[in-house]
């Protein structure tokens, strides 16, 4: 259980948690064990070390807790920077700091890259959990908390937990893949006018996969961490000082310009900088078409920037650019730039297909198109002939 928006998996979930337990919904899972370890003071272990336990962001969750009266935490699988995570159900609870909402999903492995790590593999999957085709294993983790109860530790009345992990598979294969960590996700059914994306994926961020280096960092230089206002001045030191028109409709404009449109932020502007002394992977005109392109989405009026659609459809990123004659790199940087085009490709090609599929045509169109093409050519000969 992850605290964000809900799952539709509650059911099935449920249905395994009370297969597991084998007890009528009156009795609860007993953690009588109190031979637990008390993690000293001066060392913090799992989310302690974020600031987010003193911001009041976690749940303050127990194992043995009983949730709504009726569904009960049955241990603690993991944490992170925005959620901890638990063996246990869907609802919305109100915390002493407000409502926390639950994410669901059936219980799951460890993540990808834990699995790889155990055992080894070239494939990459932090935030990819694996399925648990052998339910033992769940049984396995309760008897476990209840002989070996998790060490744990108090932090100012919030009681953080080592995770304790699943027991590996045995004689069974693992299940489906699901896509996690969510923590930073928001509805896109209304408008959001604050930060919605983690501080080291703003974008523009096909700047950072080609470059290998963010185009703004926007660490504050006196509070040493992300702030807007850092941000802010290195967009200005990159494209000049935002337009009139834009500064009038923006919520929180007084706090870094004054009315004249001049910066008044407690940061200084950096020097003048530009996409050209930024870039330092081409040269020639590959060079100058990736900066038109990059041109078309680093611009301070919304209304002025492509689409993502228009910019799928750009010279550079299609491969259709020249290329320079002397490159300012090894050939391993032209890789990484080939690399990007074919993602981009497939992705295009990908959509299409769904598309095509949602049509209702798919492989017959293709057929069918292919017959049609081979028939205007057998009908162009036959003129030629005729002729």
């Known amino acids: 259980m992850r605290y964000a928006p809900p799952s539709r ?10 297969s597991l337990v084998r007890q009528p919904d009156s009795q609860l899972v007993r953690f009588n064990n109190f031979n637990f370890k008390i993690h000293p003071s001066d ?44 063996l246990a159900n869907e609802l919305s609870m109100q915390g002493p700091n407000g409502e926390h909402h639950c994410l669901v999903y059936e219980p799951m492995l460890e993540s990808a890259q834990e699995l790889l790590r155990r055992n080894p593999s070239d494939i990459s999957g932090f935030n990819i959990l694996l399925g ?53 996700a928001v509805s896109g059914d209304v408008e959001h006018d604050e930060d919605v994306q983690p ?16 185009l703004f960092y926007g660490r504050d230089p006196k509070e040493e961490k992300y702030m807007t206002r850092a941000h802010l001045a290195e967009m200005i ?9 834009l500064l009038k409709v923006g919520k929180r404009t007084a706090e870094f310009f004054d009315k004249d449109g001049g910066w008044i932020a407690e940061v200084p502007v950096p020097a003048r900088t530009s996409l050209e002394e930024s870039e330092e992977n081409l040269e020639g005109s590959n060079k100058e078409a990736f900066l038109q392109f990059m041109r078309k989405m680093v611009q301070w009026r919304p209304e002025g920037r492509q689409t993502a659609s228009q910019l799928l459809k750009d010279d550079w990123l299609n491969g259709r650019s020249s290329l320079p004659r002397n490159r300012t790199r090894p050939p391993a940087t032209n890789s990484r730039e080939n690399q990007m085009i074919k993602v981009v490709k497939e992705h ?19 057929v069918k198109l292919k017959a049609q093409k081979a028939a205007a050519i057998r009908g162009r000969k036959a003129v030629i002939e005729r002729k």
């Open 237 to 245: 030191a990159l494209m000049g000082p935002p337009p009139p028109e």
């Open 43 to 86: 060392q913090q272990i799992e989310e302690e070390a974020y600031d987010n336990i003193t911001k009041g962001r976690y749940y303050p969750v127990r194992i043995g807790d009983v949730i709504k009266d009726k569904y009960q935490v049955l241990g603690k699988l993991g944490y992170g920077l925005g959620s901890t995570v638990w």
């Open 199 to 214: 501080n080291v994926y703003r974008a523009p961020e096909i700047w950072d996969l080609f470059e290998g280096k963010h």
């Open 132 to 184: 648990i085709d052998d339910k033992s294993i769940l049984q396995k983790f309760i008897k476990a908390e209840q002989e070996r109860p998790s060490p744990r530790k108090d932090v100012r009345g919030y009681t953080v937990y080592a995770s304790r992990a699943f027991d590996s598979p045995s004689g069974k294969s693992i299940g489906e893949p699901l896509l996690s960590d969510f923590g930073s």
């Open 9 to 18: 998996s509650m059911a099935s979930f449920l249905h395994a948690i009370k």
């Open 348 to 366: 295009r090609m990908r959509h299409c297909n769904k598309r095509r599929t949602r049509n209702g045509t798919g492989e017959k169109t293709i």
